[in-house]
């Protein structure tokens, strides 16, 4: 009976010392202070360590590049490399994305962090490559929907407050889906502008 309580006791220590660990790079970001504008692209350690047994120790001019900080675990020192970057605009999927698929809107969000810049606007994209929840959405990860022809036909929706006035028209220039359009209106041929928010619709004006 002692026995089977030791082990229980010890499977208890064990659960609690892993559930208080994680990674270092999870910490740093968490409390390296770095200047209004530059954000850390990647720690450069995969150690697994208690939060309350670290403390850092930051350069004294933080900058683009990469760097190394001091870093203290339980009171022993040891040198972290950390590649910092400008802010930019990044593109995160919201879940998983498998090759092949076409990104909705719903299946990106834009942050701003250090990293590598978002290749413009997704919707429309195919993903040829799989793509991990809450991963950045690199230019090599999708193949980016082809434009659509300068007189292509197109329905177009213009937004005037909370009304709608339906009508076609023809493409001026070509268009990506997510970009500027330019449209000649078939009712009068008049030139508008606004978004082509899907293949064959533009939107005039906003909400």
């Known amino acids: 009976m002692s026995v089977k309580v030791g082990v ?3 499977l208890a220590w064990f659960a609690t010392r892993t559930a208080s660990a994680e990674s270092l790079d999870a910490v740093v970001r968490a409390r390296l202070v770095v200047p209004a504008g530059i954000g850390i692209v990647t720690v450069h350690d995969t150690l697994d360590v208690s939060a309350e047994t670290v403390a850092l120790e930051a350069p004294r001019d933080i900058r683009v590049g990469r ?9 022993k020192s ?3 490399p950390v ?3 400008k802010l930019v605009k990044v593109a995160l999927a919201t879940h998983a994305l498998a090759p ?3 990104i909705e809107a719903a299946d990106f969000e834009i942050v701003e962090r250090a990293g590598t810049a978002a290749p413009g606007d997704l919707t429309g994209a195919t993903v040829v490559r799989a793509i991990a929840a809450h991963a950045a959405i690199a230019a090599q990860d999708v193949a980016m929907p082809a434009p659509q022809a300068r007189g292509t036909q197109v329905s177009v929706e213009v937004h005037r407050g909370r009304v709608r006035v339906k009508g076609s028209g023809t493409l001026e220039l070509a268009a990506r889906v997510g970009q500027p359009a ?3 209106l078939a009712s009068s041929n008049a030139i508008v502008h606004g978004t082509l ?3 064959g619709s533009v939107v005039v004006g906003q909400d």
Do not use: D, E, P
């Open 100 to 102: 092949n698929a076409t």
């Open 182 to 184: 330019t449209v000649r």
């Open 8 to 10: 229980l006791g010890l």
């Open 67 to 75: 760097q190394s900080i001091r870093v203290y675990i339980k009171g």
């Open 83 to 85: 590649t910092f970057g």
């Open 78 to 80: 040891r040198w972290v």
């Open 197 to 199: 928010v899907a293949v």
